[in-house]
């Protein structure tokens, strides 16, 4: 059974900095794709970002695009979530997912998709 844990979550003013990082136990990460997602209290779940296998491939959602970036370090089975310029409406829970796959170089969007999620970490930004 794979387990990721988030951490690097907290309380930050508007216009700040945050980075995520979820590690995955296991030796197979480099057949994970990942992705990041947050629920804001009262609101559904949704998709913030993925990343391919390798790296090479990333996707945003419309709201983070041009201030978030997905990374990761197959080495650290590690992913990375940086968060810039951040608004009060990034307040969320985030949640790191991942879906072991062969022969596949794209992302997923649907959290129906992945099958390893964290607990989540939560994300405040004050305005």
């Known amino acids: 059974q794979v387990q990721l844990v988030e951490s690097g979550g907290g309380l930050v003013q508007a216009g700040g900095s945050l980075r995520l990082s979820c590690a995955a136990s296991?030796?197979?990460?480099?057949?994970?794709?990942m992705g990041w997602f947050r629920q804001a209290p009262g609101k559904e779940r949704e998709f913030v970002a993925a990343i391919s296998r390798s790296g090479s491939s990333t996707s945003y959602s419309d709201s983070v695009k041009g201030r978030f970036t997905i990374s990761r370090d197959n080495a650290k089975n590690t992913v990375y979530l940086q968060m810039n310029s951040l608004k009060p409406e990034d307040t969320a829970v985030y949640y790191c997912?991942?879906?072991?796959?062969?022969?596949?170089?794209?992302?997923?969007?649907?959290?129906?998709?992945?099958?390893?999620w964290g607990k989540g970490t939560q994300v405040t930004v004050s305005s």
């Open positions: 296991g030796r197979t990460f480099s057949t994970y794709v």
């Open positions: 997912a991942g879906r072991s796959v062969a022969y596949y170089s794209g992302v997923y969007y649907s959290e129906d998709e992945y099958r390893f």
